[in-house]
Structure formats: C-alpha cells, structure tokens
Nanobody, 126 residues
Framework: QLQLVESGGGLVQPGGSLRLSCEAS????????IGWFRQAPGKEREGVSC????????YYQDSVKGRSYISRDNAKATVYLQMNNLEPEDTAVYYC???????????????????WGQGTQVTVSS
C-alpha cells in the first residue's frame, strides 16, 4: 500500500517561506495526482493545491494562489509545495494525499484521495 510522509513544516515568521515535501514509499506515485490539504485548529480540512500525474496541470486555492508553487519529481517519488509570503492564516497541519483515479488533471475533492500522510505542522507567527 502506498505510504506518504510529509516533512518541511515548522515555525516561520510572517512573510517567510517553507518548502513542504511529500515522499512516497513507491515509485508508483508517478501515476497519481497529488493534493495538498490543510487543517487549521477548529476548522475543517481544506484543499490547498494539487498536481496531475504528469505535472502538466496544477491547481491552487485562491488563498494561496500567487504565493505557492507545487511541483513533483517522479524520479524521487516526491511532491513539493513551496509556500512564500506566509501569513498567520496559513497556520495548519498540512497533509499530502494521492488520488489513484485516472484523470488528466487533478481535483481537490477529499473523497477521491485514497492515500494520506500523517501531516506536518506549519506555524506562522512572530
């Protein structure tokens, strides 16, 4: 079964940057669209960004558009989420997930994602 491990979270000041990584246990990751989701304290989990299996399609939630960049290195079975100009509202646990359903693009619908990591904490505070 595909396993995902997130890393790269931490404490950062407003305006700072972080690069989150999502490493898979298998190189079959290349066949899956990958999504990043986050859950802030007291709030429901929400989709942040996703990338298609072939990297040709990416999608960003409005709140992170222009500040974030998703990419993947299938040779390393890893997906990245570069987050810049971080705001306190970005504080959350960030999860990556894999969507095994065939598609040309990607969708941030949680029900599509069969494999989830354990999450990495991002805290934006001065």
């Amino acid at each position: 079964q595909l396993q995902l491990v997130e890393s790269g979270g931490g404490l950062v000041q407003p305006g700072g940057s972080l690069r989150l990584s999502c490493e898979a246990s298998e190189f079959t990751l290349r066949y899956y669209a990958i999504g990043w989701f986050r859950q802030a304290p007291g709030k429901e989990r929400e989709g942040v960004s996703c990338i298609s299996s072939g990297s040709g399609y990416t999608y960003y939630q409005d709140s992170v558009k222009g500040r974030s960049y998703i990419s993947r290195d299938n040779a390393k079975a890893t997906v990245y989420l570069q987050m810049n100009n971080l705001e306190p509202e970005d504080t959350a646990v960030y999860y990556c997930a894999a969507d095994p359903q065939w598609q040309r693009g990607c969708l941030l619908e949680e029900s599509r994602y069969a494999y989830w990591g354990q999450g990495t904490q991002v805290t934006v505070s001065s």
